[in-house]
């Protein structure tokens, strides 16, 4: 299995048994295959940085034990609680001691299973275009075309050379080293002549490289640097023995010296860098908030010396966001606006996530109704991919951004209407990352009249993307990540791969990935595992959600690019299909379509109908002709032609999203590619406000379950337990470990949890219309290596309920299938939080009703199809009712479909037909009409053509409204106590801690209105991704900084919220804010000091 570049932690030579970063599942197999007791090999832990898993085969089963590092380096095998475990310097030691009997292991390590030494890469060049790979773009807008690639001169008499004297020894000299050694002779001096003699070159090399790192070591450590200056006098008089032993002491040397100067550059340059971008922001003490949301205001009040009070009072259009953090769940950032240009971020630790989603359920129903700009429900996106073929975009491509060529284009009318978000993925792009946005931005801006800002440009090599958002939409981005993976030769190169980019809007989360795959007909496999390399490596959105891979990370994943799969038929009868404008027998043979049915790539991915010709191979200049032959110095190379550029995606069951065209441009002619476009309406939420007023105590909403099933594949039989993630739980929960268990297939394992052994979830909101928005992650563990044998979403629309209902999926895990899951469960909402809700998508009107019984409204959908691939199953929504107002004609919105009925994988025979089941009977996918309660109608104004982006009409402000008082009422009883006065009618009296900082990495921007925050244009450019943000140093980010981020709310909540003023702070104001390890309160202090000293 190809994994990521990079050296082994074991050295360049690791022992066989050592298989880095295989997959669990790929080390099941390994193990199945060598068939005998006692087979073991050693594998990254997937849970764990830095551990390793140890897998042992007993009785047709695989046993994981996780070897962890100690704080001094040490591993040891998990042991049970109160067992001393054995430490080891190395992992060669570890298995060293237990290949020895009764040390402990369910069996003794007998037969390592060696890894499988990876097949050489052929060279893999730009479809077999260049003849070598394009090297990443310079700071000048294109990339140098027509130079010769330098050769080295000398490389290859050296070969020979070498080659020579090791033939010149073994016809001569080796018989006299024999002679030698039969006469009692205990060296071999004619060998150690010729290795010198080899090793001459290699003796120079070195000694360059250790002077050149003479004077590093002088600067970072010192240390080191008598040691090395040591080594080069030495080397200059030694010779014969003495040299080749001193070059073996060199290596070594200056293995070691790499390492450590790596490790101490790194320290001191994040120290540097930290202290130069200290910003003095004042001393800051305690304040409370307090909001009116009849006059429009949010009051800060700041306590003074003697009892004193400073009030500053900001209206409801210089409030811009709140900034929700995803790392620390009850802190909050307040954006302002100071002046036209220039933002000010403060953030406030509340005392839970409740109390934080009540204050933001105040600010946001102020302004609501002070406000004219509805909050969107549903979003316009474009997509684009285009393989640019290594040369400049021409002036003119306002066909693409208005999605005019072949295939299922936009009409007349609806292509003039501006798009909300626009996404950029290109491959081959010779352009420099400013001048590529900015002719992006001023095309834009040529056809929609529109000022479209950059949210993030990624690049790696010349593989871009790039996100353009409406400026009206600006300050509703945030949580904006970048990464990129290299997929080129060794996984080292970057001419292949992909760039991916990841932010919320508002509060739905949002992942785009673009990719450039290994080219060839017959590369599939290697395309295939370029995918999985990507879905794994990719470090995009929550952090807090690492078990998962990014498939499951987004509300909504789209992946587009050159991924160049072909199809799989002779070039005469391709030819003939597409003058005919016959599709439907291409895509059959379509590589991409038959690795998608067999579950390989792409897993439960959707994509839109394919109506238009291949996009490769033409020939530049024309869109007449396919180039199907060149000419190589190894032969004639075929690319027949093909639909190598694709978009695709991936999102939460029962969310609303619809494409409305996809196909390809016929007049962009500059590269054998042709540009592909997709557009899509994307249903998105907003900071929920209750017209209920917020909840008291007894008002709490359950996640409860009865019980839950899965079947996973592995032929371990270990204990499991389910972890569970939401953005509506204030932090991911655990189940017990499984209390039933049984197999009739070695290779699939049945687990079960009753509800004894299932956790109660309380979401952090009880009204229905917040609930039906949200979705549960489960990821099941085992109890051994806290590894995950497979993940999956649910959503909670349709466990709304008085009664539990059911829900079956698919395990997956690395982009594989690795089971199925079901149970039952409900969403037990209290009578008092139930309402009507309506919400416009397209031009079907929804309405979810209440219900005391398990018959929910149940949506009508009549989109247009997407191609069906393998898992579609049925077009009904399980269990949701449905009350359609449709206006108009045309199709309307289409609802994510959860996914079907099992077996999801083709499980064997006897893993399915296990014990009988332990759930009831299925509920119909259709209640009956009768038991669904419909209101009497009305004429509501969200009915209104014309109002599809708000999310009522204009009497919806009524409802939404609350006095003052009441709504002070209420949060005081929240939760028996509520937020207290962070939170309330002012005058305030009780403080609240606050500071200045800038979080944006990890936080949920939910204020959605004008303006910019000073500085994102000119934070653009500094390197080859941004999301273009002001940042100012906070307590936060200083702690995070030095890796004691886990203080940061008690020194807030003691008042120690101001870099500056922490500089006066003592050890015994350390302790009172609950830092109480030496070591710790040490860094912290010396840390202080050092800034002292800097200013």
């Known amino acids: 299995m190809a994994g990521g570049g990079g050296v082994s932690p074991l050295g360049l030579a690791p022992p066989l048994w050592y298989h880095r970063d295989l997959s669990r599942a790929a080390a099941e197999e390994l193990l199945a295959r060598a068939g005998r007791d006692g087979s073991f090999l050693v594998r990254d832990s997937e849970s764990v940085n830095g551990a390793y898993a140890l897998c042992v085969l007993f009785q047709k089963h695989v046993h994981t034990y996780r070897v962890l590092p100690d704080e001094e380096g040490f591993l040891a095998v998990q042991t049970s609680q109160g067992v001393q475990p054995k430490r080891f310097k190395s992992l060669p030691e570890l298995v060293l001691l237990y290949l020895q009997p009764s040390q402990g292991l369910v069996s003794t390590l007998l037969y390592p299973v060696d890894r499988e030494e990876s097949i050489p890469e052929d060279r893999d060049y730009s479809d077999g275009e260049d003849e070598k790979p394009p090297l990443p773009p310079r700071s000048t807008s294109t990339t140098p075309t027509g130079s010769a690639p330098e050769t080295p001169t000398d490389s290859a008499p050296a070969a020979n050379g070498l080659s020579t004297i090791s033939h010149e020894y073994l016809k001569g000299s080796y018989a006299l080293d024999l002679q030698a050694v039969k006469q009692g002779a205990s060296s071999l001096p004619h060998l150690n002549k010729t290795l010198v003699s080899s090793c001459k070159r290699l003796n120079g090399e070195v000694d360059k490289v250790l002077s050149g790192l003479e004077i590093l070591s002088k600067v970072f450590d010192q240390q080191s640097a008598f040691m090395v200056s040591k080594m080069i006098q030495q080397s200059v008089n030694q010779g014969g023995d003495q040299e080749l032993e001193n070059l073996v002491t060199k290596l070594a040397i200056l293995k070691d010296l790499l390492s450590s100067i790596e490790k101490k550059v790194s320290l001191r340059v994040k120290l540097d860098v930290y202290l130069a971008d200290l910003t003095k922001i004042g001393k800051s003490q305690k304040h409370s908030l307090s909001v009116d949301v009849e006059g429009g205001m949010l009051v800060v009040m700041k306590k003074m010396k003697d009892n004193q009070e400073d009030w500053n009072t900001f209206t409801h259009h210089k409030i811009r966001q709140l900034i929700k953090s995803q790392r620390v769940q009850n802190k909050l950032g307040i954006v302002f606006e100071k002046d036209k240009e220039k933002n000010q971020r403060k953030d406030f630790i509340f005392a839970s996530a409740k109390k934080r989603e009540a204050f933001c359920q105040l600010l946001q129903l102020m302004k609501n109704k002070h406000s004219n700009q509805d909050e969107p429900d549903m979003i316009s996106i474009f997509i684009g991919t285009w393989n640019m073929g290594s040369v400049p975009s021409p002036k003119a491509v306002g066909s693409w951004l208005l999605c005019r060529g072949l295939g299922k284009t936009l009409d007349e009318m609806t292509v003039t209407i501006p798009h909300d978000l626009y996404v950029f993925g290109t491959q081959e792009n010779s352009v420099c990352d400013r001048e590529w946005v900015d002719s992006l931005r001023t095309a834009l801006k040529e056809h929609t009249e529109l000022d479209y800002k950059p949210i993030a440009v990624q690049t790696l090599w010349n593989i871009k993307i790039a996100v353009l958002v409406k400026p009206e939409h600006e300050n509703r981005i945030s949580h904006v990540g970048v990464s990129s993976v290299k997929t080129g030769i060794a996984n080292t190169l970057g001419n292949k791969g992909a760039v991916g980019v990841s932010f919320m809007f508002n509060g739905t989360s949002f992942g785009f990935v673009n990719c450039h795959l290994t080219s060839g007909n017959e590369k599939i496999g290697r395309r295939n595992q370029n995918y999985l390399d990507i879905l794994r490596l990719l470090s995009l959105g929550d952090k807090q959600l690492s078990s998962f891979d990014i498939s499951l990370r987004f509300t909504h994943l789209f992946w587009l690019g050159d991924l160049n799969y072909r199809l799989d038929m002779d070039i005469q009868e391709i030819l003939n299909y597409i003058n005919r404008k016959e599709f439907d027998p291409l895509l059959k043979v379509d590589q991409l379509n038959l690795e998608r049915e067999k ?497």
């Open 599 to 1095: 579950n390989k790539v792409f897993l439960r991915f959707a994509e839109e109908e394919i109506s238009y010709p291949p996009t490769y191979r033409y020939e530049r200049g024309s869109r007449d002709t396919y180039v199907w032959q060149k000419q190589k110095a190894t032969g004639m190379r075929t690319n027949v032609p093909s639909w190598c550029d694709r978009i695709l995606w991936k999102s939460y069951p029962e969310t609303h999203i619809v494409c409305n065209s996809y196909g390809c441009t016929d007049d962009v002619v500059t590269s054998d590619h042709s540009p592909v476009f997709g557009t899509f309406e994307v249903g998105v939420t907003s900071q929920f406000v209750s017209k209920k007023g917020l909840p008291k105590s007894s008002e709490q909403a359950y996640i409860e379950f009865e019980n839950i099933e899965a079947i996973v594949k592995t032929a371990s039989r270990t204990k499991f337990f389910i972890e569970f993630y939401s953005t509506c739980l204030e932090e991911f929960k655990k189940s017990y470990e499984n209390d039933s268990q049984s197999s009739d297939n070695v290779n699939f394992l049945r687990v079960g949890w009753s509800n004894k052994q299932l956790t109660t979830l309380k979401p952090l909101l009880s009204e229905i219309e917040y609930l039906q928005d949200q979705h549960l992650l489960l990821t099941v563990k085992s109890l051994d290596g806290y590894e995950s044998y497979g993940e999956c979403v649910v959503a909670l629309k349709s466990m709304i309920g008085s009664t539990a209902q059911q829900f079956h999926t698919y395990l997956s895990h690395r982009g594989e299938e690795t089971g199925n899951i079901r149970g039952s469960m409900r969403v037990r909402v209290p009578a008092e939080r139930m309402g009507t809700r309506e919400r416009l998508y397209g031009n079907t009107v929804c309405l979810c009703l209440p219900s005391s019984e398990s018959s929910h409204p149940r949506r009508h959908t009549a989109g247009h199809p997407v191609r069906p691939i393998s898992e579609e199953g049925s077009s009904e929504d399980d269990g949701i009712a449905v009350v359609g107002v449709v206006l108009g004609g045309g199709a309307g919105g289409t609802l994510n479909r959860p996914p079907p009925d099992f077996p999801p994988p083709p499980l064997p025979k006897g893993a399915l037909e296990m014990a009988d089941t332990p759930f009831s009977k299925p509920r119909p996918l259709y209640p009956d009409l009768a038991e669904v309660k419909i209101p009497a109608a009305n004429s509501s104004p969200a009915f209104i053509l014309g109002e599809d982006f708000k999310r009522g009409g204009p009497g919806g402000l009524d409802d939404q409204s609350c006095s003052v008082l009441q709504m002070a009422k209420t949060l005081s009883e929240s939760e028996g106590q509520g937020l207290g006065d962070a939170c309330r009618t002012f005058p305030p009296r009780a403080p609240i801690t606050e500071s200045i900082a800038e979080d944006l990495p990890e936080e949920v921007r939910c204020l959605c209105e004008g303006g910019r925050e000073g500085g994102r244009e000119g934070a653009m450019w500094g390197s080859s991704s941004s999301s273009l943000s002001v940042g100012e140093s906070s307590v936060g980010e200083w702690l995070q900084r030095l890796g004691l981020d886990r203080y940061e709310e008690g020194l807030l909540h003691n008042g120690w919220d101001d870099l500056e003023f922490l500089s006066d702070i003592t050890e015994e104001d350390l302790e009172e804010a609950g830092i109480l390890d030496p070591a710790h309160k040490r860094i912290l202090l010396e840390s202080l000091r050092q800034q002292k000293q800097q200013k």
